[in-house]
């Protein structure tokens, strides 16, 4: 069963900077694509940004795009990062990692981290 932990989430100042990271359990998720997807208060939770198996390729949600950055380390166990810089009060939301399962789709989902935005 694969499991994800993420952690970084935190209370951060309008303009301010964090680092979320999402561990991986097993060997197998090197072979996957994974993501960051968010949920505000209210609202569904939505795309943020996936990373191909290789890291590769990018991909982002345009509202984030040049200030948040997608990346991996398959050296041991995977480790999916979300490096988010200039953080406005509307990056607020639980954060969650994602990876996908053998069929396509989002399978496995951590538990989520928090960030708070304070304007």
């Known amino acids: 069963q694969v499991q994800l932990v993420e952690s970084g989430g935190g209370l951060v100042q309008t303009g301010g900077s964090l680092r979320l990271s999402c561990a991986a359990s097993g060997r197998t998720s090197r072979y996957y694509d994974m993501a960051w997807f968010r949920q505000a208060p209210g609202k569904e939770r939505e795309f943020v940004a996936d990373?191909?198996?290789?890291?590769?390729?990018?991909?982002y949600k345009d509202a984030v795009k040049g200030r948040f950055t997608i990346s991996r380390d398959n050296s041991a166990k995977t480790t999916v990062y979300l490096q988010m810089n200039s953080l406005k009060p509307e990056d607020t939301a639980v954060y969650y990692c994602?990876?996908?399962?053998?069929?396509?789709?989002?399978?496995?989902w951590g538990q989520g981290t928090q960030v708070t935005v304070s304007s």
């Open positions: 990373i191909s198996a290789s890291g590769n390729w990018t991909n």
């Open positions: 994602a990876r996908k399962g053998r069929n396509g789709p989002y399978e496995y």
